[in-house]
């Protein structure tokens, strides 16, 4: 397996487990999709797989909806991506993707949390370096299509690493900016879309102790609790199965 994957697999989203955190989260990205590249799915292909994975996740049809309508709607609050990054304890790197409507706020509660337990918000772009941001896409594997053919065929298009998942499906890692040659190579070509993401691997993980690991879960908590919070990508080593 590839480190990519094996960190993926490790660090996912407590808050994907949830289900009102899915709609919650699935709703902003919706809102900012429509809003940049406009409300039609036909030409917004951004906004034409996030609805993909709404009907996957079994986000009511009425909820993308109203998340589509607020991006036209000159009454609703205008959603901004907004990325953090500082420090934990223990030298952990931590970036938290948002999705606000009041960037006050959410710098004053990503700020709090940091400064309660123990870390430091630090200035955009200072933890860059320690992350690869990759496009991220999982599929439905395709009868006669093997890993190795569709790993080579997806070269030319800024894939990197081609893994199978535990359930049967197949996640594909690209470069950021490749996002939507990859789509569009796997729409032409009929691969099922089970959702499309951007991730920020890190290049090394940091060893911490249980009693530092018990430390460090309970700021991650406090910014996974947050409904302004989006992602949150560190550089703590998973722990062993």
Same mark, same amino acid.
Not at 94 to 99: C, D, K, L, P, R
Not at 163 to 185: H, P, R
């Given at each position: &397996?590839?480190?990519?994957?094996?960190?993926?697999?490790?660090?996912?989203?407590?808050?994907?487990?949830? &289900?009102?955190?899915?709609?919650?989260?699935?709703?902003?990205?919706?809102?900012?999709?429509?809003?940049?590249?406009?409300?039609?799915?036909?030409?917004?292909?951004?906004?034409?797989?996030?609805?993909?994975?709404?009907?996957?996740?079994?986000?009511?049809?009425?909820?993308?909806?109203?998340?589509?309508k607020k991006a036209t709607s000159k009454d609703e609050s205008d959603f901004k991506e907004v990325v953090y990054e500082g420090y934990g304890p223990y030298g952990i790197a931590i970036v938290v993707e948002t999705a606000t409507d009041n960037p006050t706020r959410t710098v004053?509660?990503?700020?709090?949390?940091?400064?309660?337990?123990?870390?430091?918000?630090?200035?955009?772009?200072?933890?860059?370096?320690?992350?690869?941001?990759?496009?991220?896409?999982?599929?439905?594997?395709?009868?006669?299509?093997?890993?190795?053919?569709?790993?080579?065929?997806?070269?030319?298009?800024?894939?990197?690493?081609?893994?199978?998942?535990?359930?049967?499906?197949?996640?594909?890692?690209?470069?950021?900016?490749?996002?939507?040659?990859?789509?569009?190579?796997?729409?032409?070509?009929?691969?099922?879309?089970?959702?499309?993401?951007?991730?920020?691997?890190?290049?090394? &993980?940091?060893?911490?102790?249980?009693?530092?690991?018990?430390?460090?879960?309970?700021?991650?908590?406090?910014?996974?609790?947050?409904?302004?919070?989006?992602?949150?990508?560190?550089?703590?080593?998973?722990?062993?199965?």
């Amino acid at each position: &397996m590839g480190r990519a994957f094996e960190y993926r697999k490790a660090t996912k989203l407590k808050r994907w487990g949830n &289900m009102a955190r899915v709609f919650t989260k699935l709703g902003r990205q919706i809102t900012i999709a429509a809003k940049e590249g406009g409300p039609e799915p036909d030409t917004n292909p951004r906004l034409r797989v996030l609805m993909q994975q709404a009907k996957k996740e079994n986000m009511p049809k009425e909820n993308v909806e109203r998340a589509i309508k607020k991006a036209t709607s000159k009454d609703e609050s205008d959603f901004k991506e907004v990325v953090y990054e500082g420090y934990g304890p223990y030298g952990i790197a931590i970036v938290v993707e948002t999705a606000t409507d009041n960037p006050t706020r959410t710098v004053a509660n990503v700020r709090s949390y940091f400064n309660k337990h123990g870390g430091s918000l630090g200035t955009s772009g200072s933890l860059e370096f320690l992350f690869d941001h990759k496009s991220v896409f999982n599929i439905a594997a395709k009868e006669g299509v093997s890993l190795e053919d569709l790993e080579l065929e997806l070269i030319d298009y800024g894939v990197d690493e081609v893994e199978a998942d535990d359930e049967g499906n197949i996640v594909l890692y690209g470069e950021f900016k490749s996002y939507s040659e990859i789509q569009k190579y796997l729409e032409e070509n009929g691969f099922e879309i089970h959702s499309a993401e951007f991730e920020r691997i890190p290049h090394e &993980m940091k060893e911490v102790t249980e009693e530092q690991r018990t430390q460090l879960n309970k700021l991650l908590d406090k910014f996974e609790d947050d409904d302004d919070v989006q992602n949150v990508f560190h550089n703590m080593k998973p722990e062993e199965e």
